[in-house]
């Protein structure tokens, strides 16, 4: 491995990979030298692509690491998280083996962490229109309703490209988080990034090109979305608890009671007086209409002046500069 200068950040890049022998070694290539370490992480690759790279790969910086079982992309992430802070790096980069992320962009990913100005960054192919009339149909599908499920269930509501893997991550951060409880398959980023949200931990979008092969898309929009969808709804009522009544008390909090409080008995009042005028075949008086309308007109305003206030409240202040090394 070629050791960074003395004082400077050490950045090391983690590989995961799964059936990528025929590109892992045109990745490997295209990584610069502001990278110290890299970490080629066969996630049981029937392929044996951790054979190749290191009967292959004359890179003094990449070292192979092994799973004894397929794990995932989050499995093999984790493996490569964990070596890269036991051997101290500093800004951790995680990109994926099969080439469709660019490695000559990681300057550029890790630049806002580096500059101390977030904890976090994850690409962005959506930035520029020209990349996103480039992009397959159900991609643009299947992350456009991905991402406005995430920014519910993780707070972070400037994200637009959430299952977007060319991500970097400061290692003061990537201590705080529990690795071993992080979701596996395709709904690892959005998990991840709802456990930095736990942590007040701010991330930022850095804008990417993807490269497309024109190679099958395994992202299945209908099964994803709803399949992701129960998970979703868990981490944000997760998300609420913690932040607004376990870690925390505002207007916020008083607002989202009383309009859940509201709408809901506005509700339920409505559909029983319609459901009776209805059987009994006769006009609901004023005063009943307006029994069940003003509270669920109230309950909305309050629901809104919330989902305002849950809108403003996205990490601001870079969590790792609080944090000491131990």
């Known amino acids: 491995m070629s050791p960074a200068a003395p004082g400077s950040p050490v950045v090391a890049v983690v590989l995961p990979c799964y059936r990528t022998r025929d590109r892992i070694l045109d990745v490997l290539g295209g990584i610069g030298d502001e990278v110290s370490r890299i970490y080629v992480v066969d996630d049981g690759c029937p392929e044996q692509t951790g054979d190749r790279v290191e009967k292959e790969c004359r890179d003094r910086r990449v070292r192979v690491l092994r799973n004894d079982r397929q794990r995932g992309v989050s ?12 051997d101290g790096a500093t800004v951790v980069v995680k990109l994926d083996g099969d080439g469709q992320m660019d490695p000559a962009l990681i300057r550029r990913v890790i630049a806002p962490i580096l500059a101390g100005e977030a904890d976090y960054t994850k690409g962005n192919r959506f930035f ?6 480039q992009m397959p149909a159900v991609r643009l599908v299947g992350n456009s ?3 406005f499920l995430t920014k519910f269930s993780t707070g972070y509501w400037g994200i637009f490209d959430p299952t977007n893997g060319y991500t970097a991550i ?3 951060v990537l201590r705080e988080l529990p690795l071993d409880r992080i979701s596996e398959g395709y709904f690892f980023e959005s998990d991840l990034l709802f456990r930095l949200g736990t942590i007040r931990a701010v991330v930022a979008e850095v804008p990417m090109e993807a490269r497309y092969g024109g190679e099958p898309s395994s992202l299945s929009v209908p099964r994803s979305v709803g399949e992701f969808l129960a998970r979703h709804l868990v981490n944000l009522c997760k998300r609420i608890f913690y932040t607004y009544y376990l870690r925390g008390f505002s207007i916020a909090s008083i607002e989202l009671v009383l309009g859940l409080a509201a709408t809901g008995f506005g509700t339920v009042v409505g559909s029983y007086h319609w459901l009776r005028s ?3 075949s006769m006009d609901a008086s004023s005063g009943t209409v307006m029994l069940a309308a003003l509270p669920v007109i109230v309950g909305v305003q309050l629901l809104l002046a919330f989902l ?10 870079p969590l790792h500069r609080r944090l000491l090394d131990a």
């Not at 520029?128 to 009339?133: A, C, E, G, M, Q």
């Not at 305002?308 to 601001?316: G, I, L």
């Open 145 to 147: 309703v991905l991402s």
């Open 75 to 86: 499995g093999a992430t984790m493996t490569g998280y964990r070596q890269a802070l036991a």
């Open 128 to 133: 520029r229109l020209d990349d996103v009339k």
């Open 308 to 317: 305002s206030y849950d809108m403003q409240n996205v990490p601001r202040t």
């Open 278 to 280: 209805t059987k009994l």
């Open 170 to 172: 400061h290692h003061r």
